[in-house]
Antibody, heavy 117, light 108 residues
Framework: EVQLVESGGDLVQPGGTLRLSCEASGFIFSDHWMMWVRQAPGKGLEWVATIKQDGSEKHYVDSVKGRFTISRDNAKRSLYLEMNALKVEDTALYYC??????????WGQGTLVTVSS | EIVLTQSPGTLSLSPGERATLSCRASQSVPKDYLAWSQQKPGQAPRLLVYGPSTRATGIPDRFSGSGSGTDFTLIVSRLEPEDFAVYYCHQYAWSPLTFGGGTKVEIK
């Protein structure tokens, strides 16, 4: 069974930094693209970032380019999202997701990031 | 960027009725790489259908997807109590990956 467990969400002030983690199990982690998707309170889904199996290719939504960095450690079966210069509008539940190609086929339960002074 | 527009925003139906959800793309979705996911309150989304008519593992056959190019449809043939939820389409053809705004299927 595919399991994705996120951690690292917290309350942080605008301009602050946070690092999210996702531990994967139940599948061959290094075979899959991985993504972060977020959902602001009461809103819809927004793709944030994607990383290729070997980490050689990364893509970001325009609103986080230059501020967020996606990375992975295949030996630890873990996905990360380094978030800098956080803004109030980054407040959301952040989901770690598995890709089959770019198709999102599995989701974690999410970790909540709140940006507020 | 491919913009996805879902309609209606809310669908009020009774258990046993048929639900028809629409997802329209601002430009043709290459290879019909369009998927549907379901999200219940307090839960993560779950993949239902992709490509656009292949059901994901364990998804009952009352869920069916169809369409091509810019117009896609998800049909739930007979609504069960557990089907009342929010449904999202998303295209996975190229970056940026984009989602529709969602259709809420509520009990009438």
């Amino acid at each position: 069974e595919v399991q994705l467990v996120e951690s690292g969400g917290d309350l942080v002030q605008p301009g602050g930094t946070l690092r999210l983690s996702c531990e994967a199990s139940g599948f061959i982690f290094s075979d899959h693209w991985m993504m972060w998707v977020r959902q602001a309170p009461g809103k819809g889904l927004e793709w944030v970032a994607t990383i290729k199996q070997d980490g050689s290719e990364k893509h970001y939504v325009d609103s986080v380019k230059g501020r967020f960095t996606i990375s992975r450690d295949n030996a630890k079966r873990s996905l990360y999202l380094e978030m800098n210069a956080l803004k109030v509008e980054d407040t959301a539940l952040y989901y770690c997701s598995r890709g089959s190609g770019w198709l999102i086929d599995s989701w974690g339960q999410g970790t909540l990031v709140t940006v507020s002074s | 960027e491919i913009v996805l527009t879902q309609s209606p925003g809310t669908l009020s139906l009774s258990p046993g009725e048929r639900a028809t959800l629409s997802c329209r793309a601002s430009q043709s979705v290459p290879k019909d790489y369009l998927a549907w996911s379901q999200q219940k309150p307090g839960q993560a989304p779950r993949l239902l259908v992709y490509g656009p008519s292949t059901r994901a593992t364990g998804i009952p056959d009352r869920f069916s997807g169809s369409g091509s190019g810019t117009d896609f449809t998800l049909i739930v043939s007979r609504l069960e109590p557990e089907d009342f939820a929010v449904y999202y389409c998303h295209q996975y053809a190229w970056s940026p990956l984009t989602f529709g705004g969602g259709t809420k299927v509520e009990i009438k």
